[in-house]
């Protein structure tokens, strides 16, 4: 009886040592949330692509962070870049509000269109610039206008895929459709 009372005991004090580390691990955790226009413009966080504005407008979307200091960019090749310094605090939300002002963009056309289908969730760049989210530029109603011309294109997968890069050729009046498969396909 005594044996198992120690062994109560201990089993107890040892459940109540990982219940307050992991409660503590979760308490060092906050959020990230941001209300930008406009609401596809790019966040990164100390240089990381996370998504678009938009998706982490609620609560239940907020970014996790570990609580501390971060580098906050807000990205849309329409705008001027806006960076912003955050503190993280545990347990708490922090919310980033901002508009974006206006940068310069050619609108003389001609201009061909870029579609990305079945990626997800990522970062597309053209020349080492970032443009736009694999999810915002994934439908025939939802296209990146371009100026015709070659691009090195590089998509960031957010999930930790392998990124993918290649040269595509944007030509006036048609759309390139560029699939997770590999496939390209032109359409006038």
């Known amino acids: 009886m005594k044996h198992s009372f120690l062994y109560c005991l201990c089993v107890a004090a ?18 990230l949330r941001t209300r930008i ?32 200091n ?10 001027k870049t806006i960076a912003a310094k955050v503190s993280i605090t545990a347990g708490k939300y922090t919310v980033i509000r901002r508009s974006m002002q206006p940068g310069t ?25 970032y443009y736009a989210n694999t999810l ?21 997968p957010v999930d930790g895929e392998a990124a993918r890069e290649e040269e595509i050729t944007i030509t006036a009046d048609e759309t390139l459709v560029l699939n997770k498969s590999g496939a390209t396909v032109k359409r006038p």
Do not use: C, H, W
């Open 14 to 31: 040892v459940a109540a040592v990982l219940f307050t580390a992991n409660a503590s691990a979760a308490d060092e955790v906050g959020y």
């Open 37 to 68: 226009d406009p609401s596809v413009a790019g966040i990164f966080v100390d240089g990381k692509y996370q998504g678009t504005a938009a998706m982490f407008a609620f609560k239940e979307r907020a970014i996790k962070l570990k609580a501390g």
């Open 70 to 79: 971060y580098n906050v960019e807000i990205v849309d090749p329409r705008y």
């Open 105 to 129: 963009v050619e609108t003389d056309g001609p201009f061909g269109e870029l579609v990305t289908q079945g990626f997800g969730n990522g970062a597309i760049y053209l020349n080492g610039k």
């Open 136 to 156: 915002e530029a994934g439908s025939s109603a939802r296209t990146l206008l371009l100026v015709p011309g070659k691009y090195k294109l590089k998509i960031v």
